[in-house]
């Protein structure tokens, strides 16, 4: 399947901001799930905007359908956790090396992999919040209280893969 070219200079609900940069990752497919396995196109995911976008898509067109619909709320905790595990995988990760969006019965599985093999400390925390106002620190704390099923596990050709279940309801 041909990959689509998407061109996003970010979205409504989440400005780009300096951790947007544009990297090379490779072609990701987020696999197909909710609607029987039929195929969904390739997206090349380079920035959290590109990510959110594609999570959005994934969202509106395999997990909403007549009688269940994702709340505004649901899709905004999404797209939070989107927009936190692609940027540390930008920041500390050495880059994108893929990420996948799935669809399930209770709401989305995403999965990002990076270069990195270092596993987070705080991953596996409680969720607290830093003390005071220290600048970064808080988007761990922010996926593990909005996602479930919290799974990281290293890569055979090095890096890892983080793997979150957000609920959608």
């Given at each position: 399947m041909?990959?689509?070219?998407?061109r996003t200079s970010g979205d409504s609900a989440f400005p780009r901001t300096p951790h947007d940069t544009d990297v090379q990752t490779d072609t990701c497919l987020p696999r197909a799930g909710a609607r029987g396995?039929?195929?969904?196109?390739q997206v090349a995911v380079t920035s959290a905007a590109s990510a959110r976008q594609l999570a959005r898509d994934v969202v509106r067109e395999w997990w909403d359908r007549p009688g269940r619909r994702a709340s505004e709320e649901a899709?905004?905790?999404?797209?939070?956790?989107v927009s936190e595990l692609?940027?540390?995988?930008?920041?500390?990760g050495g880059g994108i090396a893929g990420f996948e969006v799935t669809p399930t019965r209770e709401g989305v599985?995403?999965?990002?992999?990076?270069?990195?093999?270092?596993?987070?400390?705080?991953?596996?925390?409680?969720?607290?919040l830093p003390h005071g106002h220290v600048g970064n620190g808080y988007g761990w704390p922010l996926i593990i209280r909005l996602a479930r099923d919290i799974n990281i596990e290293r890569r055979s050709q090095g890096g890892k893969?983080?793997?979150?279940?957000?609920?959608?309801r």
């Open positions: 041909k990959p689509v070219e998407r396995g039929v195929p969904q196109p899709v905004i905790d999404l797209l939070l956790v692609v940027t540390n995988a930008i920041r500390h599985r995403l999965s990002v992999h990076d270069y990195s093999d270092v596993v987070p400390a705080v991953a596996y925390g409680q969720g607290a893969t983080i793997s979150v279940l957000v609920p959608l």
